[in-house]
């Protein structure tokens, strides 16, 4: 089966954010072909912005790709961005070479020049790609892809929704020398806002001036349609280069199966997912009713309410949707202990183990450090094939920090000195600020290479706060 006629025939839109099912009749030697070309774009969600924005296939998000497990892919970029650039594939573990990480695993596909990237997209889940060459996402490249895992149960009604927003890139060089002007915009009640002491100068904010799903904005989102009675898978990406999101559906519950793609020990019913930056969530709701709600990121930026898709059954289109207060007050979110549970005794510690202090980015300041190095002088994990390792973090700064690790699928054991009872399968997890630690586990027994370890706020990575995995023999 060949899927670039389908990719032409649908405009590679993202705009439709409904999904079809996939077909089942997927043997392992098909291959699915895609071509991304990057390109610069006029990106205008709301009126009066002109955003000089970089997309892919002439859409912000790019578009949606989707393969089932067991199928190749064939993407072909082609650079017309008019600066250098390579594709990442967050989450995947494939051939170092094809891991897009500009001067680590490949140099920078040159302006005008293309790349083949082909690999067998392993695991299944939600996943996503974008730039991985300086400025390249914050201004639009990047994209979900999901690899269809045929074990899952089966959904009557599926959405891929990326949450991301504009930046103003006049914010993000002050940002970077940590002297920025922007607020934090995260909600009330929320552990970001907690954490800040009142007279905090953060310094490293971007300002962000338009908020959307896919693309557009409210009320321009596209609507998403539902039966009563169905049974709603949503895929959820928060492709915001620094900030955490909030996500609810007035009037329901979410249950969340998957973290990052990868499936949880067991669902976790909430109020709202809490998304960090890079992070992916499946989230699940039943349709009892007839009605109209609003899907909305929560934040407390006066513009928040543009990151909201109205969520309808049949004839209720037009209907004034149900909304949720921009507040996390009192709200029950998703966390990392809820999923894995907690209380268990830290079990004996096996493998190597490499303690990680994240540290800096005081105000003023133009560093984020591991053990007070900035890369490339940070230390690396040397392993050899099939070592266990597990990597503590330690975060002595006043922000959480969305570590990320390519490559690999890493296990969560431990949150603030306490046993995660299941621990939790992610390749990206954030860090709780103020003294809080975080352990990861993992086996070498990815392809050999070097693979990137770092914090996936943009800012933070390009301020030093990335390290490597270097396989060894
Ligand atoms: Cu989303 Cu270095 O990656
Ligand atoms: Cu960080």
């Not at 695991?123 to 996402?137: A, K, M």
């Not at 898978?233 to 979410?254: D, K």
């Amino acid at each position: 089966m060949r899927r670039t006629g389908f990719l032409q025939a649908s405009g590679g839109a993202m705009i439709v954010a409904a999904l079809p099912p996939l077909s089942k009749r997927a043997a392992a030697s098909d291959v699915v072909d895609y071509t991304l070309a990057a390109e610069p774009l006029r990106y205008s969600p709301v009126p009066g912005l002109n955003f000089p924005g970089l997309a892919f296939n002439g859409t912000i998000p790019g578009p949606l790709l989707r393969i089932v497990h067991g199928q190749r892919l064939r993407a072909k970029f082609v650079n017309k961005s008019g600066q250098g650039s390579t594709i990442h594939w967050h989450g995947m573990i494939l051939p170092n070479k094809m891991d897009g990480a500009d001067g680590v695993t490949q140099p920078a596909v040159p302006a005008g020049g293309s790349f083949l990237y082909e690999f067998a997209p392993d695991p299944p889940g939600t996943r996503w790609y974008h730039d991985h060459v300086s400025n390249g996402l914050l201004r639009g490249l990047f994209g979900m892809i999901i690899v269809e895992d045929p074990r899952d149960e089966r959904a009557d009604a599926e959405f891929a929704l990326v949450f991301h927003d504009v930046p103003k890139l006049s914010t993000v060089a002050p940002a970077m020398m940590g002297v920025g002007k922007a607020p934090m915009v995260d909600p009330l009640g929320s552990p970001e806002l907690v954490q800040m002491a009142p007279d905090d100068k953060m310094g490293d904010e971007v300002a962000f001036t338009a908020h959307c799903i896919n693309g557009a904005a409210y009320p321009n989102t596209k609507r998403l349609a539902v039966k009563v009675g169905q049974h709603v898978r949503l895929r959820i990406l928060n492709a915001n280069p620094t900030q955490t999101r909030y996500v609810r559906l007035a009037g329901h519950r979410l249950i969340v199966t998957h973290s990052d793609g990868n499936p949880l020990p067991q669902p976790v019913e909430v109020d709202a997912l809490r998304v960090g930056v890079a992070e992916r969530y499946d989230a699940w709701f039943e349709v009892s009713a007839p009605g109209a709600w609003l899907l909305q990121g929560l934040s407390s930026d006066s513009l928040a309410y543009e990151q909201a898709a109205v969520v309808h059954t049949e004839g209720m289109e037009s209907a004034p949707p149900l909304a949720s207060p921009q507040s996390l007050e009192g709200v029950d979110y998703f966390t990392y202990q809820k999923a894995g549970g907690t209380g268990s005794l830290l079990p004996a510690q096996q493998g190597a183990r490499y303690d990680f202090t994240l540290d800096d980015g005081k105000y003023g300041s133009s560093r984020w450090t591991i053990n007070g190095k900035t890369y490339p002088n940070t230390p690396k994990i040397d392993v050899h094939r099939n070592d266990l390792v597990s990597v503590r973090f330690l975060n002595k700064t006043d922000m959480d920090h969305p570590m990320h690790l390519h490559g690999h699928v890493f296990q969560v054991t431990e949150i603030d000195g306490v046993a995660l009872a299941r621990p939790l399968s992610k390749d990206t997890s954030l860090v709780r600020a103020n003294g809080g630690t975080l352990s990861w586990s993992f086996r070498a027994d990815s392809p050999p290479g070097r693979w990137l370890l770092h914090c996936h706020n943009a800012i933070h990575m390009m301020d030093g706060m990335m390290t490597e995995v270097v396989y060894r023999q």
